[in-house]
């Protein structure tokens, strides 16, 4: 078609200059017009030299004959076929073609009209580069255990136990993580703080799909970029993000035991400047779990003064809509903006059924009675994101700003019915009611900006500024009934409306280089400014703190942080870390007002409570195996006035326990954990992880009482085995063992739980996934505690065993040009339409 365009176009140019006016008017121009129009095409087939078999995904571009400005390129299909088309119609270009494992072809090429617009390179035969597999296969080694100079990487994509699950089930299994009753993550005996590609979110583990999930990055002690009061370092779980050019997909069902069920939509398209990542996941699960409280009141001289039990079954329902939308585009080669829109909807309903019991201190029993404790709950989370990121020739020099807003509004209430007997059953009290309606709303407003200059090879200069702002509204009131349930009376203790304020503004600056011995530091200060105020408007009680307020302060606002690495021979690097920091008491913990539990506890917050300062140390051991790698580390954490939950007994009724916070003197933990992974042959590989930590509590539960003390040893141990069979199946094992661990006043239980997955690939589209969850039915969580005036001990659980089934179909395709393709054949459409040649110089 184009041969034949040009020969009719000289052809009319002939006649148009033979008959029409001088050279140098419209000639000229509808020549060069039609010279414009008439572009170039490469392609041709890669295979491999040996195999035959063609390459897919192979890179492929056109550059100039003498420089290397970019002309055009595209990807190899899966038939190993590619295609690079709109070429300048004159000229000698360098083709080159390039994939991971393969030496790099390239070779010279001509396109000259009218004879060579199109060349056919035919079957262009790859050759494998053993040097470079053999590098590569290193670096995949590496990916499993990915160790820089702040942080580790955990790459979880191919957990297969986790397919239709949440983030909490991908932390079960992320080695030094541990999860405890209420499906908050711990690492290494401390709460870290969750972060999404990042940023902190307000999302629970819970609301977040695990198939979204890429990989997740554990910094057991952050650097002076993030936040100062990531005190138990942060688990920055990075979203799955679409890299590759044309569209794909997937689609998830998935369906288990106790009325689990749930599934996902994902849609991701990349086309030239633009690139869109769209999901939609929904998921339901029942939970029926058994617990128990039973305590032994002491008298003064410690012998039992009583006794109380309790037996605790509930009925866990939840629901989760999760959605997701992110945009980027690209206004050059370095400047790339992003939007990022997120929403998460949930609803909560629980029925807990309590039975219980007082007996005097011979075992008679003196009052039973029951409890039916039903709450519900829903909420909706907003989030929008703008990225702006800027990059420069300078390799590794970029800046980047964004700015997020995010809004949470949500309801809840309950209703708790108590009937209370003597026994023998003479007199019955009266059946009590309490109920509670509540709401709150809370507006978010976070700016950072960072920038990052590579001085030299060795040398680099960070720095950043973050402003946070919060503001949030609550509400909710308790009214309290007896005999019948519509006759309410308004509990002014419990009813409360309080309106928070949380502003946090900050700067660092950081700095790498190299000391003697090529040994890299990164040495870095953090500054920050924090508000805080609560106002109880019901009850004109307000409570703050304002850090730095007074000169005094400026050292309390101030958080070092230094880092040393020295990478050694044989694929080894240690490391060394020193940091400051610092965590706020949060408005539950400060307000003193009653949050009721049961008959039997109740927690109040305490305005005295100051903030809690830890200075954390670390040095790491990294190690590259010829069939795995090892990690070391051990770790040192002192805490000056730690805030430590307590329970005592109630000055007005010793049988009832008063659940607060207090600030310890100090804190000592110190640690050693250990992670190897493993192939042990050919389709069976492992990963061990074990940390064992020692814990010294020095602190005062109730004033004018003796400092209580508690130390002692604890450890934990994870395991995973996985083992490929033939013909795409994969049988994976996950076991952990948390040993009994120090509380201020008592100890943890054992927790102990197995998980058995299997999963099958049919062909490159279909997966089948099957997963049973706590095969023996173990995973409980509880506690024992020995005071002066009382012995408990409590057990529950956040989930019991169950089975899944999960069935995931995968789409797209890898085509660099979707939209312009579909342009391009509606134009090949149109040109059908013209003159009776094919031909119309019109268009």
Same mark, same amino acid.
């Given at each position: 078609?184009?041969?034949?365009?040009?020969?009719?176009?000289?052809?009319?140019?002939?006649?148009?200059?033979?008959?029409?006016?001088?050279?140098?008017?419209?000639?000229?121009?509808?020549?060069?017009?039609?010279?414009?129009?008439?572009?170039?095409?490469?392609?041709?087939?890669?295979?491999?030299?040996?195999?035959?078999?063609?390459?897919?995904?192979?890179?492929?571009?056109?550059?100039?004959?003498?420089?290397?400005?970019?002309?055009?390129?595209?990807?190899?299909?899966?038939?190993?076929?590619?295609?690079?088309?709109?070429?300048?119609?004159?000229?000698?270009?360098?083709?080159?073609?390039?994939?991971?494992?393969?030496?790099?072809?390239?070779?010279?090429?001509?396109?000259?009209?009218?004879?060579?617009?199109?060349?056919?390179?035919?079957?262009?035969?790859?050759?494998?580069?053993?040097?470079?597999?053999?590098?590569?296969?290193?670096?995949?080694?590496?990916?499993?255990?990915?160790?820089?100079?702040?942080?580790?990487?955990?790459?979880?994509?191919?957990?297969?136990?986790?397919?239709?699950?949440?983030?909490?089930?991908?932390?079960?299994?992320?080695?030094?993580?541990?999860?405890?009753?209420?499906?908050?993550?711990?690492?290494?005996?401390?709460?870290?703080?969750?972060?999404?590609?990042?940023?902190?979110?307000?999302?629970?583990?819970?609301?977040?799909?695990?198939?979204?999930?890429?990989?997740?990055?554990?910094?057991?002690?952050?650097?002076?970029?993030?936040?100062?009061?990531?005190?138990?370092?942060?688990?920055?779980?990075?979203?799955?993000?679409?890299?590759?050019?044309?569209?794909?997909?997937?689609?998830?069902?998935?369906?288990?035991?106790?009325?689990?069920?749930?599934?996902?939509?994902?849609?991701?398209?990349?086309?030239?400047?633009?690139?869109?990542?769209?999901?939609?996941?929904?998921?339901?699960?029942?939970?029926?779990?058994?617990?128990?409280?039973?305590?032994?009141?002491?008298?003064?001289?410690?012998?039992?003064?009583?006794?109380?039990?309790?037996?605790?079954?509930?009925?866990?329902?939840?629901?989760?809509?999760?959605?997701?939308?992110?945009?980027?585009?690209?206004?050059?080669?370095?400047?790339?903006?992003?939007?990022?829109?997120?929403?998460?909807?949930?609803?909560?309903?629980?029925?807990?059924?309590?039975?219980?019991?007082?007996?005097?201190?011979?075992?008679?029993?003196?009052?039973?009675?029951?409890?039916?404790?039903?709450?519900?709950?829903?909420?909706?989370?907003?989030?929008?994101?703008?990225?702006?990121?800027?990059?420069?020739?300078?390799?590794?020099?970029?800046?980047?700003?964004?700015?997020?807003?995010?809004?949470?509004?949500?309801?809840?209430?309950?209703?708790?019915?108590?009937?209370?007997?003597?026994?023998?059953?003479?007199?019955?009290?009266?059946?009590?009611?309490?109920?509670?309606?509540?709401?709150?709303?809370?507006?978010?407003?976070?700016?950072?900006?960072?920038?990052?200059?590579?001085?030299?090879?060795?040398?680099?200069?960070?720095?950043?500024?973050?402003?946070?702002?919060?503001?949030?509204?609550?509400?909710?009131?308790?009214?309290?009934?007896?005999?019948?349930?519509?006759?309410?009376?308004?509990?002014?203790?419990?009813?409360?409306?309080?309106?928070?304020?949380?502003?946090?503004?900050?700067?660092?600056?950081?700095?790498?280089?190299?000391?003697?011995?090529?040994?890299?530091?990164?040495?870095?200060?953090?500054?920050?400014? $924090?508000?805080?105020?609560?106002?109880?408007?019901?009850?004109?009680?307000?409570?703050?703190?304002?850090?730095?307020?007074?000169?005094?302060?400026?050292?309390? $606002?101030?958080?070092?942080?230094?880092?040393?690495?020295?990478?050694?021979?044989?694929?080894?690097?240690?490391?060394?870390?020193?940091?400051?920091?610092?965590?706020?008491?949060?408005?539950?913990?400060?307000?003193?007002?009653?949050?009721?539990?049961?008959?039997?506890?109740?927690?109040?917050?305490?305005?005295?409570?100051?903030?809690?300062?830890?200075?954390?140390?670390?040095?790491?051991?990294?190690?590259?195996?010829?069939?795995?790698?090892?990690?070391?580390?051990?770790?040192?954490?002192?805490?000056?006035?730690?805030?430590?939950?307590?329970?005592?007994?109630?000055?007005?009724?010793?049988?009832?326990?008063?659940?607060?916070?207090?600030?310890?003197?100090?804190?000592?933990?110190?640690?050693?954990?250990?992670?190897?992974?493993?192939?042990?042959?050919?389709?069976?590989?492992?990963?061990?992880?074990?940390?064992?930590?020692?814990?010294?509590?020095?602190?005062?539960?109730?004033?004018?009482?003796?400092?209580?003390?508690?130390? @002692?040893?604890?450890?934990?141990?994870?395991?995973?085995?996985?083992?490929?069979?033939?013909?795409?199946?994969?049988?994976?094992?996950?076991?952990?063992?948390?040993?009994?661990?120090?509380?201020?006043?008592?100890?943890?239980?054992?927790?102990?739980?197995?998980?058995?997955?299997?999963?099958?690939?049919?062909?490159?589209?279909?997966?089948?996934?099957?997963?049973?969850?706590?095969?023996?039915?173990?995973?409980?969580?509880?506690?024992?505690?020995?005071?002066?005036?009382?012995?408990?001990?409590?057990?529950?659980?956040?989930?019991?065993?169950?089975?899944?089934?999960?069935?995931?179909?995968?789409?797209?395709?890898?085509?660099?040009?979707?939209?312009?393709? @579909?342009?391009?054949?509606?134009?090949?459409?149109?040109?059908?339409?013209?003159?009776?040649?094919?031909?119309?110089?019109?268009?």
């Amino acid at each position: 078609m184009k041969k034949l365009l040009f020969i009719s176009f000289i052809f009319l140019n002939f006649l148009i200059k033979a008959q029409g006016p001088p050279a140098g008017g419209g000639a000229n121009k509808d020549m060069m017009k039609a010279m414009k129009d008439i572009k170039g095409r490469v392609y041709g087939k890669i295979i491999d030299s040996k195999t035959k078999k063609p390459v897919e995904f192979a890179s492929v571009v056109v550059l100039w004959y003498n420089k290397d400005s970019l002309l055009g390129g595209a990807l190899t299909q899966e038939n190993g076929d590619f295609a690079i088309e709109g070429l300048p119609a004159m000229g000698g270009f360098r083709f080159r073609a390039t994939q991971i494992g393969y030496k790099t072809y390239e070779t010279k090429i001509y396109i000259q009209l009218p004879n060579k617009l199109e060349q056919d390179l035919g079957d262009i035969k790859f050759e494998v580069d053993e040097k470079l597999l053999k590098e590569v296969e290193v670096t995949a080694e590496k990916n499993t255990v990915v160790m820089s100079i702040d942080k580790r990487t955990y790459n979880v994509d191919k957990d297969i136990s986790v397919r239709g699950g949440t983030a909490a089930d991908v932390m079960k299994n992320v080695p030094g993580v541990t999860m405890d009753a209420d499906g908050n993550a711990q690492l290494r005996n401390q709460s870290p703080t969750i972060f999404v590609d990042g940023r902190p979110t307000n999302m629970t583990l819970a609301q977040i799909p695990a198939d979204q999930i890429e990989r997740v990055e554990v910094i057991t002690n952050p650097s002076v970029k993030y936040d100062a009061n990531t005190t138990g370092g942060i688990l920055n779980i990075i979203m799955k993000k679409n890299l590759k050019p044309g569209y794909n997909g997937m689609v998830m069902a998935n369906a288990g035991t106790s009325d689990r069920y749930g599934g996902m939509l994902m849609l991701n398209i990349k086309q030239g400047r633009w690139n869109m990542t769209s999901m939609y996941s929904f998921n339901q699960a029942i939970n029926n779990t058994l617990g128990y409280t039973k305590r032994t009141q002491l008298d003064s001289s410690g012998n039992p003064a009583g006794y109380f039990n309790q037996d605790n079954n509930t009925r866990f329902k939840n629901q989760f809509h999760f959605g997701r939308l992110g945009i980027d585009y690209n206004i050059t080669n370095r400047n790339t903006i992003t939007l990022n829109g997120m929403i998460v909807a949930g609803a909560f309903d629980t029925d807990d059924r309590q039975v219980y019991e007082v007996l005097d201190k011979n075992s008679k029993r003196v009052l039973y009675g029951g409890r039916l404790n039903e709450q519900n709950a829903a909420f909706q989370n907003y989030n929008a994101q703008i990225i702006y990121k800027k990059t420069y020739p300078k390799a590794g020099k970029e800046l980047t700003m964004d700015g997020s807003f995010n809004h949470t509004d949500s309801h809840n209430g309950y209703l708790f019915t108590t009937d209370t007997h003597f026994d023998p059953d003479t007199i019955s009290f009266p059946r009590e009611y309490q109920k509670n309606v509540g709401k709150s709303n809370a507006n978010q407003y976070t700016f950072q900006m960072d920038y990052v200059n590579p001085l030299s090879e060795t040398k680099k200069f960070e720095a950043g500024v973050k402003f946070f702002y919060k503001n949030s509204l609550s509400e909710n009131v308790t009214s309290n009934a007896t005999s019948v349930d519509d006759l309410y009376t308004r509990d002014s203790i419990m009813s409360n409306r309080y309106v928070i304020d949380d502003m946090v503004n900050a700067a660092y600056v950081n700095y790498n280089s190299k000391t003697i011995w090529d040994v890299s530091y990164q040495a870095g200060l953090r500054f920050e400014h $924090s508000y805080y105020k609560g106002n109880i408007t019901d009850k004109k009680q307000s409570f703050s703190y304002n850090y730095p307020s007074t000169p005094d302060d400026i050292l309390k $606002s101030l958080f070092p942080g230094i880092y040393f690495s020295k990478k050694l021979k044989k694929s080894q690097e240690v490391q060394l870390n020193f940091s400051r920091k610092i965590s706020r008491p949060n408005f539950f913990q400060l307000m003193p007002f009653v949050m009721f539990a049961d008959k039997q506890n109740y927690r109040i917050g305490n305005p005295q409570l100051k903030p809690e300062f830890k200075n954390i140390a670390e040095i790491n051991y990294n190690k590259i195996l010829g069939k795995g790698s090892y990690l070391g580390s051990g770790y040192f954490r002192y805490e000056e006035q730690p805030i430590t939950d307590v329970a005592y007994p109630s000055q007005f009724d010793p049988t009832v326990l008063v659940n607060t916070t207090v600030n310890g003197k100090n804190s000592v933990r110190y640690g050693m954990e250990h992670t190897i992974k493993y192939t042990f042959f050919k389709n069976l590989d492992a990963t061990l992880n074990g940390n064992i930590f020692y814990i010294y509590i020095n602190g005062t539960v109730v004033q004018g009482q003796p400092d209580v003390k508690a130390e @002692g040893y604890a450890f934990n141990t994870k395991a995973t085995l996985s083992y490929r069979f033939p013909k795409q199946l994969t049988l994976q094992v996950n076991g952990n063992y948390e040993s009994p661990r120090i509380l201020l006043l008592g100890a943890s239980n054992p927790v102990y739980s197995m998980d058995v997955s299997l999963n099958k690939m049919i062909g490159t589209k279909w997966i089948l996934n099957a997963t049973l969850s706590d095969a023996f039915n173990t995973r409980r969580m509880g506690a024992h505690y020995e005071t002066p005036y009382y012995i408990q001990d409590l057990s529950r659980r956040r989930e019991s065993r169950f089975v899944k089934f999960t069935v995931t179909y995968l789409f797209g395709k890898m085509d660099a040009s979707i939209f312009k393709r @579909g342009k391009q054949l509606k134009g090949l459409g149109d040109q059908n339409q013209g003159n009776q040649d094919g031909l119309d110089f019109g268009k």
